[in-house]
T-cell receptor, first 114, second 113 residues
Framework: AQSVTQLDSQVPVFEEAPVELRCNYS??????LFWYVQYPNQGLQLLLK??????LVKGINGFEAEFNKSQTSFHLRKPSVHISDTAEYFC????????????FGTGTRLKVLA | EPEVTQTPSHQVTQMGQEVILRCVPI?????FYWYRQILGQKVEFLVS????????KSEIFDDQFSVERPDGSNFTLKIRSTKLEDSAMYFC???????????FGPGTRLTVT
């Protein structure tokens, strides 16, 4: 079974500052990794994914994440945030052999302050 | 860009009533999923559907729940006898091949009174 931990439930950060949202996972099998963003009253939108290859992946809106297998982490980063990045961010894993269902973390609410 | 659609956006029902939540996945996708998100909590997997049958279901997906893909385009989730604790946002998702990302619909907010 897999599990995902997002330790920070809320992260306040000033506009144009860098941010890192942490994600750690636990799994007995190899996994694929995803970050999704949820704006208020909207569905989930993919930010980026790691399937294989380079451990540094770039996504939309200037976000990037690094897969660290030894630390079982997939932290999300952005060098300079905007007010419009205020949203809920979810890390998810799916196993590489099976139904590919997602196991989500509890989410991190990013609040960008002016 | 193709998208997953869900109807209705909001459904209010009384305890014990049956509800059907509808989804239209992206047309060339093969894997389909339902998730739910109780207010303030994380998104939870309910069921996956592939090749016209359920491929996996969670503990939440008990006998009160069922899914169908009746006509090759719609994908429905039925709750036979709703309970108060079924109140949540229900998301439908689809994936082209399972490996690549799932595309989520905007959700149906179900309120059971």
């Amino acid at each position: 079974a897999q599990s995902v931990t997002q330790l920070d439930s809320q992260v306040p950060v000033f506009e144009e500052a860098p941010v890192e949202l942490r994600c750690n996972y636990s799994s007995s099998v190899s996994v694929y990794l995803f970050w999704y963003v949820q704006y208020p009253n909207q569905g989930l939108q993919l930010l980026l994914k790691y399937l294989s290859g380079s451990t540094l992946v770039k996504g939309i809106n200037g976000f990037e994440a690094e897969f660290n297998k030894s630390q079982t982490s997939f932290h999300l980063r952005k060098p300079s945030v905007h007010i419009s990045d205020t949203a809920e961010y979810f890390c998810a894993v799916s196993d590489q052999a099976g139904t590919y269902k997602y196991i989500f973390g509890t989410g991190t609410r990013l609040k960008v302050l002016a | 860009e193709p998208e997953v659609t869900q109807t209705p956006s909001h459904q209010v029902t009384q305890m014990g009533q049956e509800v059907i939540l509808r989804c239209v996945p992206i047309s060339n996708h093969l894997y389909f999923y339902w998730y739910r998100q109780i207010l303030g909590q994380k998104v939870e997997f309910l069921v996956s559907f592939y090749n016209n049958e359920i491929s996996e279901k969670s503990e939440i997906f008990d006998d009160q729940f069922s899914v169908e893909r009746p006509d090759g385009s719609n994908f429905t989730l039925k709750i036979r006898s709703t309970k108060l604790e079924d109140s949540a946002m229900y998301f439908c998702a689809s994936s082209r091949d399972g490996v690549n990302e799932q595309y989520f619909g905007p959700g149906t907010r179900l309120t059971v009174t």
